[in-house]
């Protein structure tokens, strides 16, 4: 009796070290994200909406292997893309192919940066942060019996329209299907929009991500973890000065 107890203890103590272990690895992969990631989003605020060139923001781009898209959200017959993407791709593939995984630690995050020209110029930007996590973290039931959800924050900044009424900043919520996972799995998303004409005070509140919980042992599980001022404002409309 006493040598199977042993046997017992021994099998628990092992598989609690390899959880150990394998949440240790998980988390550490993380962090590495997230270094790279606040790294991108420090070289995306110097960026300038209508002044950056190609060439200037060149290093950027070879930095994080972007990709070259065909086309680009400006009207421009010269046009062109580039699209940044930072995650670590076993923490992404474990955690979109089995969602049950998320519960027991997997949490797959990542970073994208979008960035259009319009002869040479940058006509748009976009740099966006997101968590995938299991439904059971979500309190109503429509979400909970979800098997996943995405949780995505994300800023653009746009060249500005002069004297229209377009706002210089604005915040809008965003909800659709998971890609993936149709019957599954919902996103959910908060987007700041301003332009090249916001105050410093309104591009800052765009600007300010909360990277902690993407390397946190509860991981996200709220947008305003990720993008605290912009949830604050929003629903709410800033008209142009």
């Known amino acids: 009796m006493k040598i199977t107890s042993s046997w017992y203890f021994r099998i628990a103590l092992g598989l609690l070290c390899v959880v150990v272990i394998f949440e240790a690895a998980l988390l550490s992969a993380n962090f590495h994200t997230r270094r790279r990631a606040q790294a991108l989003l420090a ?36 046009a062109e893309s580039y699209s940044i993407w930072v995650t670590n791709a076993t923490v992404d593939h474990l955690g979109y192919t089995f969602p049950m995984l998320l519960r027991l630690g997997v949490r797959p995050v990542s970073f994208t940066a979008m960035l259009s020209f319009a002869d040479g110029r940058l006509c748009q930007a976009r740099y966006s942060s997101t968590a995938l996590v299991s439904g059971s973290e979500f309190s ?23 004297a229209s009424s377009q706002s210089n900043y604005n915040v809008h919520n965003l909800e659709s299907l998971l890609r993936g996972l149709p019957l599954n799995g919902s996103q959910l998303g908060i987007e700041a929009r301003v332009t090249s004409a916001a105050t410093p005070t309104e591009m800052e509140r765009a600007m300010t991500f909360d990277f902690s919980c993407f390397t946190s042992f509860g ?23």
Do not use: H, W
């Open 43 to 78: 070289s995306f605020r110097s960026l300038k909406i209508g002044a950056s060139t190609v060439e200037e923001i060149e290093p950027i781009l070879t930095s994080y292997n972007a990709q070259r898209g065909t086309t680009a959200n400006c009207y421009s017959l010269n």
């Open 140 to 162: 109503d039931e429509q979400r909970k019996g979800m098997k996943a959800i995405e949780l995505t924050a994300s800023t653009r900044i746009d060249a500005s329209q002069g």
């Open 219 to 241: 991981g996200c599980n709220a947008l305003k973890q990720m993008m605290p001022l912009a949830s604050a404002d929003a629903g709410s409309t800033r008209k142009l000065r």
